[in-house]
């Protein structure tokens, strides 16, 4: 079992900045891809950003320039800096890892219980 635990979520003024966490633990043989998506009501999960092990990321085209996912593979921790924040940013933001277990050397697809972000006008 691999579980993810996300923290740094809250209420902020648009404009302002927040910092999301997310730590991996559990039967972790390794950690491949870790990426942050989003989900505001009434609609579907979307992808925010993605990175590789080796550190190369990925951004949806809503947050380029804004948010900088990074990760520290010694942590098995995964952070989403999200600056100059608006709006419609706000959302229930959830981290994913996939990557094999150690426990069943199979591959393993987690998701963490979500962090609220709120961002007021």
């Known amino acids: 079992q691999v579980q993810l635990v996300e923290s740094g979520g809250g209420l902020v003024q648009a404009g302002g900045s927040l910092r999301l966490s997310c730590t991996a633990s559990?039967?972790?043989?390794?950690?491949?891809?870790m990426a942050w998506y989003r989900q505001a009501p009434g609609k579907q999960r979307e992808l925010v950003a993605a990175?590789?092990?080796?550190?190369?990321?990925n951004y949806a085209d809503s947050v380029k320039a804004r948010f900088t996912i990074s990760r520290e593979n010694a942590k098995n921790t995964v952070y989403l800096q999200m600056n100059s924040l608006k709006p419609e940013d706000t959302a229930v933001y959830y981290c994913?890892?996939?990557?094999?277990?150690?426990?069943?050397?199979?591959?393993?697809?987690?998701w963490g219980q979500g962090t609220q972000v709120t961002v007021s006008s």
């Open positions: 994913n890892a996939v990557g094999l277990s150690s426990r069943s050397w199979s591959t393993f697809g987690s």
């Open positions: 990175i590789s092990s080796g550190g190369s990321p």
């Open positions: 559990g039967s972790i043989f390794k950690i491949d891809a």
